[in-house]
């Protein structure tokens, strides 16, 4: 099971603010458990900390802006996208001003400081979402869209088109986010010339030049306009007649764009708040759209908060009916359990078939058979004791037995035809022979009852 990961210490990045020109110092700090990311004001009374989702986002008309009050940080997509795709679930971000430092203009310097400081592996489990179905989200007016599909991990295809001769149609994909630091990180921010003069009265990138993004001139002005853009940005006079690139340094990629607009939605898919394992195709992305996105997604993980364990009926089960006789010492009509298809060294996955000729429906009910939620939680409690069973040797020779039962919800009748799917899990390590442990079952995708429950262990005579 894969675990969450915070910095192994913290560092420190300055450099001037996009859009303010402000010099500016951001630090990313190690942060507990469950933390997720959160940046911290230091420069305002009483610190104020913005938690970095997407329901905080208040402005992303060029960059991503999160808000809590009256404080304000933007340009943030570039320190979390290097966060995100390296791993990182726990970071606390401090910033002495209303945004990051632009730094080049990519994730570049993020990335190095992440492995100069070292990654620290956490206790508590990393909980991804897994994307199970099609989820969709278009914008009809600018055509703009974005598709997540399952898969067995985070990848992103990002397709863009500009009208523009330099610009036109470019996309760029990012198969393992373990090449991240050498495929995308690098990819700079880019604006067109004929959209800086707009920025400018705008009151916006104050800290621009051809440092910290791609300059694109695919549309001729005047030399004496270009002239004042040159001493706005404090770089040499170009020839207005030769279109093309502004910048010296040349592209590290011919898609360098595309692979910045990926960059990009992982930056603020970072603001989900949970890893995700599924695919994203998006068509014409930019930080308005990816935040809608971000906002849908968080509604479907609300909705869907508690996952059904991925099971397939054709699979050959860990534990069959037999070697579930051997541990526990149910018999009919009492043994709830049919098989285990999934057991790690602190959960278990079993499944229970819900047929009509189970005993108890002749009387609960004959016109309307419903499973007792008394026997739902039984066969929870099995699932449970064949977990803590499997930790230990010579398991034929202990029994399970019940303390406690807390937190019982049944959320959904159960009735014939239906499969049970138990997911059970230690909530912290067996001592004394004492065990808690929480389970949720499922039908399909649907959450229909859950319990916390204590049990002991007990040496049989």
Not at 91 to 112: A, W
Request: glycine share 6%.
């Amino acid at each position: 099971m894969s675990k969450q990961k915070t910095l192994k210490g913290s560092f420190s990045l300055f450099g001037k603010g996009l859009h303010t020109g402000l010099s500016l110092t951001v630090t990313f700090h190690p942060a507990p458990e469950n933390h997720g990311y959160k940046i911290q004001r230091i420069d305002m009374e009483d610190q104020p900390v913005i938690e970095a989702i997407a329901e905080n986002v208040v402005d992303t008309s060029r960059g991503t802006v999160v808000a809590r009050g009256d404080a304000r940080c933007s340009t943030i997509e570039h320190g979390l996208a290097a966060l995100y795709a390296m791993g990182i679930d726990n970071c606390l971000i401090t910033v002495n001003g209303p945004e990051f430092p632009i730094l080049d203009g990519s994730s570049k310097i993020y990335v190095e400081n992440i492995r100069r400081v070292g990654i620290e592996v956490q206790n508590a489990p990393k909980d991804f979402y897994v994307i199970k179905k099609k989820i969709e989200f278009r914008d009809e007016e600018t055509g703009s869209s974005i598709i997540i599909l399952p898969d067995e991990q985070f990848s992103i295809t990002a397709m863009i088109s500009f009208d523009s001769q330099f610009l036109n149609s470019q996309f760029a994909t990012l198969d393992n986010m373990e090449d991240f630091a050498d495929e995308i990180a690098s990819a700079r921010t880019f604006v067109f010339v004929r959209e800086i003069e707009p920025l400018l009265r705008a009151g916006l990138i104050k800290g621009g030049d051809l440092d910290n993004a791609i300059v694109i001139y695919e549309r001729q002005i005047s030399q004496e306009d270009l002239d004042k853009l040159a001493d706005y940005m404090k770089v040499e006079y170009k020839d207005a007649t030769k279109l093309g690139y502004l910048n010296d340094k040349p592209l590290v990629w011919r898609n360098e764009p595309a692979r910045h607009k990926l960059l990009d939605i992982i930056g603020d898919m970072a603001l989900i708040g949970r890893p995700i394992k599924g695919r994203i195709i998006a068509t014409r992305p930019g930080h308005t759209i990816n935040n809608k996105f971000a906002r849908q997604m968080r509604r479907e993980i609300r909705a869907h908060e508690i996952q059904a364990p991925d099971y397939d009926c054709s699979d050959a089960p860990l534990m069959d009916v037999n070697r579930i006789r051997e541990l526990l010492p149910h018999r009919y009509p009492m043994q709830l359990v049919d098989k285990v298809v999934e057991i790690g060294s602190n959960y278990i996955v079993a499944v229970k078939n819900v047929t009509s000729n189970e005993e108890f429906f002749q009387g609960h009910f004959p016109q309307e058979p419903v499973m007792p939620g008394v026997l739902q939680i039984e066969a929870m409690a099995q699932a449970g004791g064949l977990l803590v069973l499997n930790s230990v040797e010579e398991p034929e020779r202990w029994s399970t037995y019940f303390l406690r039962i807390d937190g019982v919800k049944f959320r959904r009748k159960v009735v014939p035809g239906d499969t049970l799917l138990f997911k059970v899990e230690l909530m912290a390590p067996i001592r004394h022979g004492i065990s808690t442990m929480r389970g949720f079952a499922f039908v399909g995708e649907t959450v229909v009852m859950e319990a916390t429950f204590t049990a002991q262990i007990v040496k049989n005579k």
